[in-house]
């Protein structure tokens, strides 16, 4: 296991580029699942989720080469309709995989994935998804099987309970290659959704709504392999670009257009930062101590996101005044606060709402990153403390951002990846 020794004080200056989005390129390597030929990706981020998506498909018996930035599939050989829970276990996105595998095959076999504990997440809907386009499932509390009876040339129409960004993906996955037209209402409309979609529809599928709550897909029989460059990660961009308003200094993101931001940007500027956007970058001044938001509210895109609010909460921890947070999607988004309040904030939570009552100091503190984001909120208010901070539970930042520790050095911090003993 590794750790981040970080010594903070020191503003930040300079530019991060900004990569392929994780949220993206998921559901994008399962759908290479579904194509004739080779699906070929650029702009890809260096993840250990990627890491863990790769061997999936490798595990399945897919082809697959990696060149920098771009990483290649060709599934065309792939015969295994089941991927073993030691595997789904590794990340929530596992459950992509399922679904492309049960789109190609009719039929597979596996158990609950894992990923971050941000509280209950069932996979119901997932579930109601693989019904509604006539999968029987069969399985107990944690194994599952299901398969397709028929692939019946009909009309489906269905509504998710809630506007899922996975079961909105899988959703996709399933109807594209199901003969017939398939509507889902209340879908989620989040940019990396319509990132998947433009790839499909390159590689031949016909699936119109991007973007709104109403998708409508047309069954093809094939797909063909296509090249497709990945949409860069807004919530590495706006991480990085909140890094300056914990330590101060000057950071500009390239790579990443604002309207991927357009729900942080207000927040910002009612904190005092100066913010300043042009053609795909964005750069953010701290010039003093920040004001505080006046409330937080998170909601499905393009509503504030969810998984920008606990870095937002860091900078709260050090902002003249209080704010009020209240996250709408996961139960347990405030994993970081116990470590946070170690070194010397004062936040109240109250279920899923928490108030950030600013310090014009924090210091180092011996934390743990218990999820990805609660892990990127604890460096950055590191990266404003007095003193040392040790920061353990690096393999969950590592699932979402590139070697983080050498960004931050670049742009002047004190930042150290070791061994722990």
Known sequence: MEALIIRGGNPLYGDVPVYGAKNSILPLLAASLLVKGESTFENCPKLSDVDTSVDILRLLGARVEINERTITVCADEVESKEIPCDWMSKMRGSILFFGAMLSRFDEGKSCRPGGCPLGERPVDLHLFVMEQMGFSVIGCEEDFCCKRAEKKDKKRKFRLRIPSVGATENAILLAVLTPGETKIENAAREPEIGDLIAFLNKAGAKISGAGSKTLKIEGVSSLKGVRHRVISDRIAAGTYLLAA?????????????????????????????????????????????????????????????????????????????????????????????????????????????????????????????????????????????????????????????????????????????????
Request: charge should be negative.
């Open 245 to 421: 308003g914990t330590a101060g200094g000057s950071v500009t993101v390239k790579g990443i257009d604002e309207s991927l931001l357009r729900a942080a940007m207000p927040p910002l500027r009612e904190a005092g930062f100066l913010v300043e956007t042009f053609p795909a970058e964005i750069k953010l001044t701290r010039k003093s101590r920040p004001l505080p938001f006046s409330k937080l509210s998170t909601s499905p895109y393009p509503g504030f996101p969810t998984d920008l609010l606990p870095q937002f909460m860091a900078v709260a921890a050090y902002a003249h005044g209080t704010t009020l947070f209240v996250d709408n999607v996961f139960e347990n988004r405030f994993s970081h606060v116990p470590d946070l309040e170690q070194g010397g904030a004062e936040i109240d939570v109250a279920g899923n709402v928490a108030l950030v009552y600013g310090k014009e100091k924090l210091f180092g503190m011996h934390a743990k990153a218990k999820d990805l984001r609660a892990g990127a909120a604890l460096l950055l208010a590191a990266l404003g403390a007095e003193g040392e901070t040790v920061l353990t539970g690096v393999e969950h930042i590592d699932r979402g951002y590139e070697r983080i520790e050498e960004i931050f050095c670049t742009l002047g911090g004190d930042v150290k990846r070791q061994k722990e003993e």
